[in-house]
């Protein structure tokens, strides 16, 4: 029986730990043994990636593959510094072991984990101080100027105004930079968007960590509006819609990601409708973006007058949400983060705010074809196991320890269309396993 780390691995893990109290595999590890440690799971990631256990479809064995290195890299990273060889060995056998579904399930809530730490943080740095009174005169937070007609509205011929009731609620007024700072002295790092190292011309602006963070850590947000296939039509753009627009990624399951709405953020906590349209920018295509591939699977035209507008309350100064920025590694450079698929548990209101994502049409999902193979589940949280619904987002997850250096990512460039001049595949097999 497949144990998860959390909670009821977690739990034989301590129960081990009080059992050998005093013992030498007790002790927190050294960081040459940590070094070791992590070697293990390497040739772990290497050799169950061609495992016959995996399905026999390309496209299948890549996923399957992925899933078993986020499973690998999520769970060490989650050990911690105090973890013992046994603890390690034991992951590594689960790998080996465990069902598809049951890693799904467990990188979901290892992932889940980190970003609860981080909306955490976040929160220690924007809650007001509640025991300040608001001054007379002062204008209050949810005081908003009369909203702008959003994008989308625009899209379905929405023509009724946003609802008066929606409301903001009260953040200290910091800045980006202020916030992204405060970041990293609670966490150990933070983001920054500058220009690329990658040595061609259009390689623009880049991402880099600033700080330290260990392999397996959420490093990035992949920001935007979520369309599942049932709204692939109301893409902008569409049918290419990736001709101007290279923001777009699209997960196993067939949900595509537009950051185009999002670009850098924003200086403040706001209703968010993804009607922000920045001038386009050159941020090169990861995983798969704009595939020819995810377009065979369309449904019949929607009828737009049934879908209204769909608006949260963001927090667009989150350091993370900087996803696409990602560059790809040029010749002879190696990425060092992976796309994760995260379902965000919308019962988790208080974490709301920091998930830097919207669904196009309300979230609703319609009646629709399977994708391929790759139709995710729903993960299962808290103590009475039920469903619970999501919004299907991406993040990015390093594959080793990472300092102070420009976070790379394998695009997987589909190889049945052109590719660029500056694509140079990671491994032209693992694409053309992805797109198969």
Same mark, same amino acid.
């Given at each position: 029986?497949?144990?998860?780390?959390?909670?009821?691995?977690?739990?034989?893990?301590?129960? #081990?730990?009080?059992?050998?109290?005093?013992?030498?595999?007790?002790?927190?590890?050294?960081?040459?043994? &940590?070094?070791?440690?992590?070697?293990?799971?390497? $040739?772990?990631?290497?050799?169950?990636?061609?495992?016959?256990?995996?399905?026999?479809?390309?496209? =299948?064995?890549?996923?399957?593959?992925? @899933?078993?290195?986020?499973?690998?890299?999520? =769970?060490?990273? #989650?050990?911690?510094?105090?973890? @013992?060889?046994? *603890?390690?060995? $034991?992951?590594? *056998? &689960?790998?080996?072991?465990?069902?598809?579904?049951?890693?799904?399930?467990?990188?979901?809530?290892? %992932?889940?984990? !980190?970003i609860t730490s981080f909306c955490k943080y976040m929160d220690h740095i924007l809650q007001p101080d509640l025991t300040v009174k608001d001054k007379p005169g002062t204008p209050s937070s949810e005081n908003n100027s009369s909203p702008r007609r959003s994008g989308l509205s625009l899209a379905v011929g929405r023509t009724t105004p946003l609802k008066d009731h929606i409301a903001i609620p009260e953040s200290k007024p910091l800045k980006c930079l202020e916030v992204s700072q405060s970041l990293k002295d609670l966490m150990g790092y933070t983001l920054e968007v500058k220009p690329s190292q990658i040595p061609h011309e259009d390689a623009g602006q880049g991402l880099f960590i600033h700080g330290e963070a260990d392999v397996g850590t959420v490093l990035a947000f992949?920001?935007?509006?979520?369309?599942?296939?049932?709204?692939?039509?109301?893409?902008?753009?569409?049918?290419?819609? +990736?001709? !101007?627009? =290279?923001?777009?990624?699209?997960?196993? +399951?067939?949900?595509?990601?537009?950051?185009?709405?999002?670009?850098?953020?924003?200086?403040?906590?706001?209703?968010? +409708?993804?009607?922000? /349209?920045? $001038?386009?920018?050159?941020? &090169?295509?990861?995983?798969?973006?704009?595939?020819? #591939?995810?377009?065979? &699977?369309?449904?019949?035209? /929607?009828?737009?007058?049934?879908?209204?507008?769909?608006?949260?309350?963001?927090?667009? #100064?989150?350091?993370?949400?900087?996803?696409?920025?990602?560059?790809?590694?040029?010749?002879?450079?190696?990425?060092? %983060?992976? %796309?994760?698929?995260?379902?965000?548990?919308?019962p988790e209101k208080h974490m709301r705010a920091y998930i830097p994502n919207i669904s196009f049409g309300n979230g609703e999902e319609a009646n629709m074809r399977r994708f391929g193979t790759f139709w995710f589940k729903s993960w299962k949280s808290g103590k009475n196991g039920l469903d619970v619904p999501v919004l299907k987002t991406l993040v990015l997850v390093a594959t080793r320890a990472i300092s102070n250096e420009e976070i790379l990512l394998n695009y997987r460039l589909s190889n049945s269309k052109q590719r660029p001049p500056w694509y140079t595949p990671v491994d032209e097999e693992e694409d053309r396993r992805r797109w198969s």
């Open positions: 029986m497949f144990r998860l780390l959390s909670p009821f691995y977690l739990d034989q893990i301590q129960r #081990r730990k009080v059992q050998f109290k005093g013992l030498q595999a007790s002790k927190q590890l050294t960081s040459s043994f &940590m070094a070791s440690l992590f070697q293990k799971f390497q $040739e772990a990631v290497k050799v169950l990636a061609k495992s016959p256990t995996f399905a026999k479809d390309p496209r =299948s064995l890549q996923f399957e593959a992925d @899933v078993n290195r986020l499973f690998l890299y999520t =769970s060490y990273n #989650r050990l911690g510094k105090d973890a @013992v060889e046994t *603890d390690a060995e $034991e992951i590594i *056998d &689960m790998a080996g072991k465990a069902s598809l579904a049951d890693q799904q399930k467990q990188v979901q809530e290892n %992932v889940h984990s !980190q992949y920001p935007g509006v979520i369309y599942s296939p049932a709204y692939y039509r109301y893409i902008p753009g569409y049918p290419r819609v +990736d001709a !101007q627009n =290279s923001y777009l990624i699209t997960r196993y +399951d067939g949900t595509v990601i537009n950051a185009q709405p999002w670009g850098a953020g924003g200086e403040s906590r706001e209703i968010w +409708d993804g009607s922000s /349209l920045p $001038e386009p920018k050159h941020i &090169m295509q990861a995983d798969g973006k704009g595939s020819e #591939r995810i377009w065979k &699977m369309l449904s019949k035209p /929607l009828d737009g007058t049934r879908l209204g507008g769909n608006h949260e309350v963001l927090e667009r #100064r989150n350091p993370l949400a900087f996803a696409h920025f990602a560059n790809h590694p040029a010749r002879d450079m190696v990425p060092n %983060v992976m %796309v994760c698929p995260y379902d965000f548990p919308l």
